[in-house]
């Protein structure tokens, strides 16, 4: 039990520094980390900003039971990335600014210090169905076998860490430095298809 | 579509068979299905008729949407008074019976009076014609079913009762296609007309015809998107049925254990999704069902959640093949398994028998289905068993029905759910555990008791309109009501709002609440048992009342409300 509380406690910290930074919108995004056989996810609808200890949902990684109807809508997704990579954390949010750039190209490509240094690029990756979509845990877990964060074309992003900050940390960085690039524009060509 | 329906009036007593088009009215205010049954309930007797008088119709009704091939719409209800609490009651079932209804040109049937011999009728191509029935009398439903398809051919689908019906069991229920009308005692109402079978002909005829197909197609797609999206209705039923609730609801100590007399159930995982997944050798759906929630053992369909639970859990079992085994029983003799267990469950209190005991259960069960010994009282369901035996605090019921298994003291708006059923003590009128467990749309504090009333009468009404359009009840795990207005309205070209469309289902749930008041009931009626009954229950029930607009002694809607829902004739 104690080790629970724990978990809960560093999702709520996590979730709150993530929505503090407008990284996801009141009930949007998720995040999970995986203990041995287990996931702890976050409930489906919950709010990250203010994460309770119910709010984290305790599944298997190979099976599903029945918190699977409790548990967060992506999490096909988190499942997949598991069984395919050796991540131990998932993050996934919706960042407005590496969002709307996800919809301009194919990837993106980081020009400041830290993006480029921790980053470099960022795959956008394009499917029919972006949300709880089985074909979205088909391709994604490729991408994040080489890259620490990818983007989903018009919806967000899965970083993936050993620790849930880790995870927590390239998406805030994605962001980050999306935004200097826009600042750099001063909105000018920033996005192809707009008066900015 | 047009908004034409087709109802066909079968008199047993003359044997005669009226056709008769309804007005396109009648349609847009109660749409079909559960609403329309109560609506035309009063043009056939009177809300005080005794449920067992040959006069006392029940209904077959299909709805808009069924045979559409939209999202979890293959689904038709039966409508009757409840021999088992006396009020009006509608079952919804799954299976293929009222798609093949709609094929065969018959979009409801209403069956009054009684037939001189045990008989069945057989409808083909819009052609009804009655046939001997007494070889069927006695026999368990695999054997009538059996008996049927010698007749009358493999491509049929049927409605019929059971021996347990026969013998005057109360909950006796009605099987079609292997899903069940479960609730309330149809099975005793049909019987009561010497009718053992309404078997269809397996049609195959194009009824596809929706009024935008374009907009239908688009509006399916994007519900098919969601369904697919939710892990919910895209793992969760999928990989286990409605057994994936049984876990969860016992790790939130809501499982009501021993004739609720406990909240948890040491040995749950026993007879948990996850431990019948083992034992399923099949998935079953209904027509337009994506999901596939049934489950078919060796044995058979089943169990559900809830059998599981008031066979299982509520009666200290855990031994998951007796529970099985019990399930097929019930399957075999036509009874509800809600009803049944909670009938054994009061009877073991109240005689301090021992619960969890399956030799003793189980000849519990054998000595019901037959109306035996002492199963002749419990066969009369928990309420009348408890008066009988002058316990009746022990019964856990509201109305009369058997309560479901969600322990109402720990889920606050389930409780009042319960006690506001206008069919007695039932989950499915509110399914408040969408929101209080499932956190759909949001998750809601289950012991939060101001401001439950709102959520509860705005889900009571939208699973009215739901019911009648005639969608599954499932579909509302994953989108809410404006997808399903949008596609009833592709499908018959009405051109309803979200807020039409609630308040279609708000009329049908005060003309179901004024058909119970004339059949005599009150508010003392909307009260749960003594020992389920919690402090903020009154103040919730007083909410309830004036959120709903009606008299805070009576209950009865007030003029103003009538008036609003176009039920002024009514008084």
Same mark, same amino acid.
């Given at each position: 039990m104690a080790s629970i509380v724990k978990i809960w406690e560093e999702f709520a910290k996590i979730g709150k520094l993530g929505w503090q930074q407008g990284l996801?919108?009141?009930?949007g995004g998720n995040m999970s980390v995986k203990v041995g056989e287990k996931i702890y996810i976050t409930r489906r609808g919950s709010m990250l900003g203010s994460l309770s200890e119910e709010d984290i949902i305790e599944t298997l990684i190979d099976d599903i039971d029945s918190n699977i109807c409790l548990a967060s809508t992506e999490i096909v997704v988190h499942r997949a990335i598991y069984k395919k990579t050796s991540a131990l954390a998932v993050f996934h949010a919706h960042p407005p600014i590496a969002t709307a750039l996800s919809m301009e190209c194919e990837e993106i490509i980081l020009d400041d210090s830290e993006g480029n240094y921790i980053l470099k690029k960022v795959p956008v990756i394009a499917t029919?169905?972006?949300?709880?979509s089985r074909e979205v845990a088909d391709i994604i877990p490729k991408y994040l076998q080489e890259y620490k964060i990818v983007m989903l074309k018009g919806h967000g992003s899965f970083s993936t860490g050993l620790l849930l900050e880790e995870a927590f940390s390239y998406t805030s960085t994605l962001e980050h430095s999306c935004k200097i690039m826009f600042y750099r524009s001063k909105g000018k060509g920033f996005f192809k298809n707009s008066n900015w | 579509m047009s908004l034409e329906y087709r109802l066909t009036h079968l008199n047993l007593t003359k044997k005669t068979v009226k056709n008769k088009k309804l007005d396109a009215s009648i349609i847009k205010q109660f749409l079909g299905g559960r609403g329309l049954g109560v609506r035309l309930y009063f043009e056939f007797a009177s809300p005080d008729i005794d449920p067992l008088d040959p006069e006392a119709p029940i209904f077959f009704l299909t709805g808009p949407l069924t045979g559409s091939t939209g999202p979890l719409t293959g689904r038709f209800h039966c409508v009757f008074k409840s021999p088992l609490t006396g009020t009006i009651f509608d079952s919804s079932c799954g299976g293929y019976g009222g798609v093949y209804f709609v094929k065969n040109g018959i979009d409801g049937i209403v069956i009054t009076g009684r037939l001189e011999s045990p008989s069945i009728i057989y409808i083909e191509d819009e052609k009804i014609s009655f046939h001997e029935g007494i070889y069927l009398k006695g026999k368990k439903i695999p054997e009538r079913i059996g008996k049927l398809k010698e007749k009358f051919g493999e491509d049929i689908s049927y409605i019929m009762c059971g021996p347990s019906a026969e013998r005057g069991v109360i909950f006796s229920n009605l099987s079609s296609d292997n899903r069940y009308f479960g609730r309330g005692g149809g099975g005793l109402v049909f019987n009561s007309k010497n009718l053992l079978a309404l078997v269809v002909k397996r049609r195959e005829k194009n009824i596809f015809n929706p009024f935008d197909k374009e907009r239908f197609n688009y509006v399916s797609d994007e519900i098919d998107k969601w369904i697919y999206a939710n892990p919910i209705t895209s793992q969760g039923l999928p990989e286990f049925g409605t057994s994936l609730l049984l876990n969860l609801i016992n790790e939130l100590k809501i499982l009501p254990h021993k004739n609720f007399q406990e909240i948890f159930f040491e040995e749950a995982d026993k007879i948990s999704g996850e431990s019948l997944k083992n034992k399923v050798i099949k998935k079953r759906a209904c027509i337009g069902c994506k999901i596939a929630c049934g489950r078919i053992t060796d044995k058979g369909e089943g169990p559900e959640y809830e059998t599981l639970w008031a066979l299982g859990a509520n009666l200290g079992i855990s031994d998951l093949d007796a529970v099985i085994e019990f399930n097929k029983l019930c399957a075999d003799y036509g009874v509800d398994t809600i009803s049944l267990g909670g009938s054994i469950a009061a009877f073991l209190e109240i005689n301090q028998i021992p619960f969890g005991d399956i030799k003793i259960v189980s000849e519990l069960i054998n000595k019901t289905l037959e109306a035996l010994d002492e199963g002749k009282d419990i066969s009369l369901g928990s309420r009348r068993l408890a008066e009988k035996l002058g316990r009746k605090e022990l019964s856990m019921t509201v109305k009369g029905l058997e309560l479901p298994a969600y322990h109402p003291k720990g889920i606050y708006g389930m409780a009042l759910s319960y006690g506001t059923s206008n069919r007695g %003590?039932?989950?499915?009128?509110?399914?408040?555990l969408a929101p209080e467990?499932? %956190?759909?749309p949001k998750l809601i504090n289950r012991k939060m008791s101001k401001g439950k009333a709102g959520i509860v009468i705005y889900l009571q009404n939208s699973h009215c309109a739901s019911d009648s359009s005639i969608f599954c009840r499932f579909l509302g795990l994953a989108v809410s009501d404006d997808y399903l207005s949008r596609l009833l309205n592709a499908y018959t070209g009405l051109d309803l709002s979200t807020v039409e469309f609630q308040k279609i289902g708000e009329r049908i749930y005060n003309l179901e609440r004024i058909f119970n008041i004339k059949a005599g009931f009150k508010r003392e009626d909307d009260y749960l048992p003594p020992r389920l009954y919690f402090d903020e229950y009154e103040d919730m029930l007083d909410e309830y009342y004036l959120a709903r607009g009606w008299d805070e002694k009576t209950g009865f809607p007030k003029q103003r409300k009538l008036k609003e829902l176009g039920l002024e004739w009514l008084v």
């Open positions: 996801f919108s009141s009930h029919k169905r972006s949300v709880g | %003590g039932c989950h499915l009128r509110a399914y408040m467990v499932l %956190g759909i």
